[in-house]
């Protein structure tokens, strides 16, 4: 199984590779998918009756959060719902702090007594040119394969 180190440099290998095609808009890059943290927390219980699956939703970096600072905060029709979940947000945090700008939608809803189960969304890059960074303030040495024989 690929390592998490291993993931984001393919990631970002492909997307400097984008084809023409995303900036003329015709193609969408699935970044992940992620339950939204925190959604009792904040408006999101207010708002559940009127969330459909397939709406817009905002994602808005807030690097001085007190309790991460890789933190994004997910929003629908500008009201505050919730975080992507900490395990999640760190290739997402660094495309964002790079000048990317993923888009989000909300693709299931569930009545569930866990708020963990209660919204799914997908963050993509949405058919503008993509930028990656090009230097981080988490840089790490990657680690070099063998050829294989």
């Known amino acids: 199984m690929p390592s998490r180190s291993d993931w984001?440099?393919?990631?970002?290998?492909?997307?400097?590779?984008?084809?023409?095609?995303?900036a003329a808009g015709q193609i969408e890059l699935l970044?992940?998918?992620?339950?939204?943290?925190?959604?009792?927390?904040?408006?999101?219980?207010?708002?559940?009756p009127l969330m459909r699956a397939?709406?817009?939703?905002?994602?808005?970096?807030?690097?001085?959060?007190?309790?991460?600072?890789?933190?994004?905060?997910?929003?629908?029709?500008g009201a505050p719902i919730g975080f992507v979940p900490r395990l999640d947000n760190l290739d997402l945090?660094?495309?964002?702090?790079?000048?990317?700008?993923?888009?989000?939608?909300?693709v299931h809803l569930q009545a569930s007594r866990d708020p963990w189960r209660r919204v799914l969304i997908e963050v993509y890059?949405?058919?503008?040119?993509?930028?990656?960074?090009?230097?981080?303030?988490?840089q790490r040495p990657v680690q070099q394969r063998p050829p294989t024989p």
């Open 125 to 138: 890059l949405d058919p503008e040119p993509a930028t990656i960074p090009a230097s981080s303030q988490d």
């Open 54 to 77: 397939g709406d817009a939703l905002s994602l808005v970096r807030e690097p001085g959060n007190p309790y991460d600072p890789r933190a994004i905060r997910v929003e629908w029709n």
């Open 31 to 48: 970044v992940q998918t992620s339950p939204v943290a925190g959604f009792q927390y904040h408006a999101g219980p207010a708002l559940w």
């Open 8 to 22: 984001r440099r393919h990631l970002l290998a492909w997307l400097l590779m984008l084809p023409a095609t995303l």
């Open 93 to 106: 945090a660094r495309l964002m702090d790079g000048g990317v700008k993923p888009a989000a939608r909300i």
